[in-house]
């Protein structure tokens, strides 16, 4: 009996030694410098599961030298992966809006089907022309394209008198992608360009879905086969490097990470460089959306971009907006593109407004493309904006 209860005793000492070992093998996180100044960290992510033969090639090691510190040699993701180890394998971002149409299904009650409704009618009065024009109004999507719309379908009334139910619902998604810009080039910056990394630069108000974006667009690439690294610098909270790391963690991406409180800009700089040694596609660097003044905020963003391309050329520059925002959202944007040059509008929360007709107003008051647009909190519903897409899932 006692030898037993002696050999289960052994039996769970050594299982709790081995999770010990386990988990401590999932993460990892290595301080570059104690005294560092920007106190940055990276932390190693867990390598590429043997399944996912997908998975980005891992990055080859770099040196993380701090700032003016001594180099010290960091090792990157080993090639080889660790067994029992196992990341997620997001879906390639192609088709995503198509498959997350149906989020959009309060724009599509408020504006599809209102419109087709009216449109059916057997011969459109005033009254209805002015109902069509207040459905598009309330929707969000601006009086200029407003006034386009209904004007292009007076002209066609004839041709909507005689009209069957899809042929009414063509025309509208016609019109629809007409005032979504359809020629806007709407590609990412995330490539290498001249043997450095892409390097995407994510701001906008506290908030509005940044670091959940940055996350998003991690696992977009990564299943679409590219390596990424990101950078943690929104210095203004811990939890938002931790969140980022969380992220990162799950599909096997490096983030470097800066003390609570640190110079954001140098956070930037050390995965820009980092990025550059181990010679990955895409650098994705998290910011601040809250300072303790709007200038300070501004500057900070200025600096962290002219900083960072000290190493690479910021190849993309994304604004994340609150869709449910409106208008307001509109005139905060207006601030960042003054202090730093955005070159795409990614616009979250569309699963939550029935306001999808926003996109058209945002594109047009700050004359930027949507790129790209959320549409729920799951990690994979970030999806490349297309408009003819988008205008078939608003119509439902
Ligand atoms: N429904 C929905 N929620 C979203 C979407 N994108 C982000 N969120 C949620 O919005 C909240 C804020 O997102 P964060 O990514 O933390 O926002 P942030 O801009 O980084 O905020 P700060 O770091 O405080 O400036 C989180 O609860 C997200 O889950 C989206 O497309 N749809
Ligand atoms: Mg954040």
Sequence with gaps: MEFVLIAIAILVVGLVAGIGLLVSAGRRTTRLDDDAVAG???????????????????????????????????????????????????????????RLRSRLARSQSSLGRGLLTVLAREKLTEDDWEEIEETLLAADIGIGATTRIVERLRTQSMVL?????????????????????????????????????????????????????????????????????????????????????????????????????????SVAFEAVRTGVEAEVDTVVVDTAGRLHTKSGLMDELGKVKRVVEKQAPVTEVLLVLDATTGQNGVVQARVFTEAVEVTGVVLTKLDGTAKGGIVVRVQQELGIPVKLVGLGEGADDLAPFEPKAFAEAIVG
């Design 40 to 98: 940055t960290t990276l932390t190693r992510p867990r390598p590429p599961a043997p399944q996912a033969p997908e998975s980005p090639p891992t990055p080859h090691g770099s040196t993380a030298s701090g700032l003016g510190l001594p180099p010290e040699t960091v090792e990157l993701p080993p090639a080889e992966p660790e067994p029992g180890l196992v990341f997620d394998t997001p879906p390639p971002s192609a088709g995503r809006l198509v």
């Design 161 to 265: 008198a005689t009209a069957s139910g899809t042929e009414l619902r063509d025309l509208l998604v016609s019109e629809l992608t007409g005032v979504l810009g359809p020629d806007l080039d709407r590609t990412l910056g995330t490539e290498r360009r001249d043997g450095r990394p892409g390097v995407v630069l994510v701001v906008g108000v506290n908030g509005a879905g940044k670091t959940t974006t940055v996350g998003k667009i991690a696992r977009a690439l990564v299943g679409d086969g590219k390596s990424v690294i990101l950078g943690a610098a929104d210095t203004f909270r811990a939890a938002a490097a931790d969140q980022l790391e969380t992220w990162g963690e799950r599909v096997g991406v490096l983030t470097v990470r800066g003390r609570e409180g640190g110079d954001p800009a």
